[in-house]
């Protein structure tokens, strides 16, 4: 339902990284029928700091008391406090907005709980595109899924799965393809960097049956996502080059954006897109 004009969703956001400080400042500028309620942060005194320069300060509470400050809770937080910030949102009845989608796919749990509490769970594109023809190709029959990341070494550096097996990505000077396997083993692997699949396997057929490859490119200045998608309505491919954030190579600029505009089209009389 679109607030009326005398009301406004509170918004709370768990995590004031890169994403989390982008989100909060346009919020703060200003966005009819949103209000930035309060946050969250590891680095207190960074996030006090921050929230000193913000028109309309807003407290900093642990984690675990976001959903008691808002409508709606925007994850954008390392994915081992997903649990801190989602279980209590969607107990609450919030409106639960994630950014480490990877962590959503073994949670199934909180589907089911978010259905007797009437939250509602919301999934931005983010560093993707096309997900609203995927979500339309579903309503019908997707014959496949392929996802193909490609990203300069620095934005995969550290995954578990690279450092599990042993791959080394010093010193590349040719494109290496470092991951070949299911959306839900990549998101396993890479839990910093694919989100993107998480997000393309619940629109479409599910992380079992999407695939990903992930690359290494040194030649590469900006993160790629190719998507191949053959259903029995339609065949396309969709390719988008995002620039990384300067903060953090991992992530692209675009994520913050997406989930602006996914959190615009709450409360806007006109939404575009399925």
């Given at each position: 339902m679109t607030p009326s004009k005398q009301q406004s969703l509170r918004v709370a956001i768990g995590g004031l990284g890169?994403?989390?400080?982008?989100?909060?400042?346009?919020?703060?500028?200003?966005?009819?029928?949103?209000?930035?309620?309060?946050?969250?942060?590891?680095?207190i005194e960074r996030a006090e700091d921050f929230i000193a320069t913000l028109k309309n300060p807003v407290p900093i509470v642990p984690l675990g008391k976001l959903a008691n400050e808002a409508d709606v809770v925007v994850e954008c937080a390392p994915a081992a406090v997903f649990d801190d910030i989602a279980v209590p949102a969607i107990e609450a009845g919030c409106l639960f907005i994630p950014l480490s989608v990877g962590a959503l796919l073994p949670r199934q749990?909180?589907?089911?709980?978010?259905?007797?509490?009437?939250?509602?769970?919301?999934?931005?594109?983010?560093?993707?595109i096309g997900l609203d023809a995927l979500r339309a190709?579903?309503?019908?029959?997707?014959?496949?899924?392929?996802?193909?990341?490609?990203?300069?070494?620095?934005?995969?550096a550290g995954a578990p799965y690279l450092v599990e097996n042993n791959i080394s990505l010093e010193g590349l000077n040719e494109p290496k393809k470092i991951f070949e396997g299911t959306a839900r083993e990549g998101t396993v692997g890479f839990p910093a960097n694919v989100n993107v699949a998480a997000a393309l396997s619940l629109a479409g057929i599910g992380p079992e049956k999407t695939t990903l490859e992930i690359w290494a490119d040194p030649a590469l200045k900006r993160n790629i996502q190719h998507v191949e998608v053959e259903s029995d309505s339609a065949r396309f491919e969709m390719t988008i080059e995002n620039i990384p954030s300067p903060e953090n190579p991992r992530s692209g600029r675009i994520t913050a954006l997406s989930?602006?505009?996914?959190?615009?089209?709450?409360?806007?009389?006109?939404?575009?897109?399925?």
């Open positions: 890169a994403i989390g400080r982008s989100i909060a400042s346009r919020l703060d500028q200003g966005i009819p029928g949103l209000t930035l309620a309060a946050v969250s942060a590891k680095r749990a909180l589907i089911d709980k978010a259905e007797t509490t009437g939250a509602r769970i919301i999934v931005p594109t983010g560093a993707l190709a579903a309503e019908g029959k997707i014959k496949s899924v392929k996802l193909v990341t490609r990203k300069p070494p620095k934005g995969l989930a602006i505009a996914a959190l615009r089209g709450l409360v806007s009389p006109l939404k575009v897109g399925t």
